[in-house]
């Protein structure tokens, strides 16, 4: 998870240094104060779905199942929507694209589904001490 948190800042940075090019592909160069508020909305939500990635990473790095699964739903919905944007609409998969974040969804999913993982995720933990006494 924290090698996919890393992949989201690599991507925002590709995002940013190809910014021009996308507005003026999109004709939108005109208004860029516009622009620029479109930018920052953009690479906020980039910003939290990063934070979201790395607080998913120490929940799972603490042995909770519920991030676990979450974890594993979500590899399995991007793998399919892959899957299908490739045979459907003939997408290419290279590293520039989808590479790197499909094989990162494919080694968390084998990383999570095993049997060792399920059982550290499932271990009982010792309650912590009533501060109290």
């Known amino acids: 998870m924290l090698l996919r948190a890393v992949a989201a800042v ?4 590709g995002f940013v240094r190809t910014w021009p090019q996308t507005l003026e592909n999109l ?23 990063t934070l979201f990635l790395l607080l998913l990473a120490r ?5 909770s199942n519920v991030a676990r699964l979450l974890v594993m739903l ?11 944007d490739y045979f459907v609409s003939g ?9 790197l974040t499909l094989a990162l969804d494919i080694l968390v999913m084998l990383a999570l589904s095993s049997q060792g ?11 912590p001490r009533d501060q109290r006494s």
């Open 27 to 49: 004709n939108l160069e005109e208004d860029l104060e516009v622009a620029q508020i479109v930018l920052w909305i953009l690479l906020g939500f980039g910003a939290a779905w």
């Open 117 to 127: 993982a399920r059982a550290w995720a499932r271990r009982p933990r010792p309650r």
């Open 91 to 99: 997408a290419e998969i290279t590293v520039r694209t989808t590479l």
């Open 10 to 13: 690599i991507w925002s940075i």
């Open 74 to 84: 979500w590899s399995t919905v991007s793998i399919s929507i892959a899957a299908v």
């Open 59 to 63: 929940w799972l790095w603490r042995g």
